[in-house]
């Protein structure tokens, strides 16, 4: 969760607005709700909160709705700009909607 | 942070996608992490077919792109568009932390931690590269602590052992004089300090957990050696170890060159080079060394050194090196940040067997396994010989060492020569 914090920080630090965080699970969904962060969540598509670990099969299905989600999106005409959440924005990149795959938050779990 | 924001890639570029480069050398794969997608039928017809291959196979999804894009969108006669983003501008992890110091993005765009696993791995590098943005003010707040650095920069030390052991050294040190260790950077390719080598962060050094690490291939997902010596494993570790000292053992490398540190009463302005050097009844050993990589500027600052001191204490019988340090450096207790210029060698570390021995017992240290030289960067693969980035270590080099090896840890020295082709992980417990 912090990793995304530390994304948002330099989202934010260049007034991008137009973003929204896909949370991968229920309770950073509630994190971000809190924080009154863009985000979108829906049990379905998502991951349960077991331990993740790298290329173990939970993770896979994890990655794998990234894939999921944007042919979604896509499908629906966005053009999309995706970053993963331990990336940091150092310049601003475009003017297109930037998704997070909020993937990193089953990481502060499991390690 | 860039002051002047403005556009690098636009959905106007004229292609469908423009995705990350995860490529380290000549080869370039897609990296999944970062991508810029045009809604269009070429790129829903893409998504359909890469979700279609992680739902058909067993591959995850970054495999998945690179092999759909191989087989069926990187061919000719299809109106597919898309580019990899430059390297330099949108680099990966091994691009960022892993290239020689020279060759890194100075500019770069965004910056993305991949090619390491784990969370605080990802957040300590971060810290490393000035791009964790989040610390609240007490990470820094450094009134009333006190600091202690030393040079890894030292001509004698190349091997991972060796620099494992300096820096377990520079931990007792630390431990004993009660002060916050400010990591210097470590070496993972470059077997001496020259320029150009390699400099690393310190998880590439070391991996403390039971990661399985094969570096047999070329992408990532066979490559982990880069495996975790990661804060807040070293603080569970220490907690119990030093009930007093744990929650400020250390810092990253960075720690002194962050702008938060340029107030007025950083510890910076209240250095001191200690040379403990001097502490050896080897004269030979007196010679000049670069001091450490910091901010640190020895011109600015006093410096002590011990010429002959450790003889005038030895005649009130057998001390051991914690008591030199005692002795000698407790009178400069009030300065904020002591600099070690070297401590390799002749500070080999407290005759205290049982803090050592507990200690790399709690950190589970190991050196990461079969760490090689990468590939060359692309854009200068032409230009240099593979030498120039491949570690040298003439065996011829060695007797120094050794010699300071064989008084702490002989069986250290003798893997170090293998550490290049071994695949085994060296344990160094």
């Known amino acids: ?111 | 942070m860039s002051k002047n924001p403005f556009n690098h890639i636009s959905i106007d570029d004229g292609y469908d996608l423009q995705i990350q480069d995860d490529g380290i050398g000549l080869a370039q794969s897609l990296n999944t992490g970062f991508q810029l997608m045009r809604s269009t039928e070429q790129t829903i017809a893409f998504y359909a077919k890469v979700y279609e291959t992680t739902q058909s196979t067993t591959m995850q999804d970054q495999k998945a792109y690179n092999y759909v894009m191989a087989n069926f969108f990187g061919g000719s006669g299809f109106s597919f568009k898309w580019r990899f983003l430059d390297r330099m501008k949108f680099p990966n992890g091994w691009v960022l932390s892993n290239y020689p110091p020279a060759r890194r993005p100075s500019s770069p765009v965004i910056v993305h931690m991949n090619w390491i696993t784990g969370h605080d791995s990802k957040v300590h590098r971060l810290r490393e590269n000035i791009y964790w943005l989040i610390d609240p003010p007490t990470y820094y707040n450094f009134a009333g602590r006190l600091f202690v650095t030393y040079s890894n920069n030292d001509p004698s030390v190349r091997s991972l052992e060796q620099q494992t052991e300096l820096l377990i050294n520079a931990m007792e040190l630390a431990w004993v004089a009660k002060r916050t260790l400010i990591l210097p950077r470590f070496r993972t390719f470059g077997w001496a300090p020259l320029p150009d080598v390699h400099h690393c962060t310190f998880e590439t050094l070391y991996e403390v957990d039971e990661g399985t690490c094969s570096a047999s291939g070329p992408h990532r997902d066979h490559h982990r050696a880069t495996h975790s010596f990661v804060p807040a494993v070293v603080n569970d570790a220490l907690r119990e170890l030093l009930p007093d000292l744990w929650h400020d053992f250390f810092r990253e490398h960075a720690f002194l060159r962050n702008p938060v540190m340029t107030q007025a009463d950083s510890p910076i302005k209240d250095a001191l080079l200690v040379d403990l050097s001097r502490c050896t009844h080897n004269p030979n050993a007196v010679t000049e060394y670069p001091t450490p990589e910091s901010a640190f500027d020895a011109d600015d600052s006093t410096g002590v050194t011990f010429s002959g001191a450790r003889a005038s204490l030895e005649n009130d019988g057998p001390i051991d090196e914690l008591q030199v340090i005692d002795k000698l450096v407790r009178p400069y207790e009030e300065h904020a940040l002591w600099v070690l210029p070297r401590l390799h060698g002749h500070f080999v570390g407290a005759r205290n067997p049982s803090f050592r021995e507990r200690l790399r017992k709690a950190l589970r240290l190991r050196t990461a396994p079969n760490l090689r030289a990468p590939p060359l960067p692309l854009s200068d693969a032409h230009s240099k010989p593979p030498a120039a980035a491949a570690p040298a270590t003439p065996a011829t080099k060695a007797p120094a060492a050794t010699e300071v090896k064989a008084q702490s840890q002989p069986q250290a020295t003798a893997s170090a020569n293998k550490q290049e082709t071994t695949s085994t992980v060296i344990e160094l417990m």
Not at chain 1, 3 to 10: K, M, Q, T, V
Not at chain 1, 77 to 95: E, M, P, T
């Open chain 1, 1 to 111: 969760m912090d990793l995304c914090a530390n994304w948002l920080a330099s989202v934010r630090f260049h007034k991008i607005e137009n973003f929204v965080v896909i949370a991968l699970d229920q309770q950073a969904f509630e994190l971000l709700k809190n924080d009154s962060v863009p985000a979108f969540f829906h049990p379905r598509f998502s991951t349960d909160a077991e331990k993740q670990s790298y290329l173990e099969g939970s993770y896979k299905q994890l990655v794998n709705l990234k894939t999921f989600y944007m042919y979604q999106i896509l499908s629906r005409g966005f053009h999309v700009l995706l970053s993963d959440n331990d990336i940091v924005f150092v310049k601003v990149c475009a003017g297109a909607t930037v998704t997070s795959v909020a993937a990193a938050l089953q990481f502060c779990r499991s390690y």
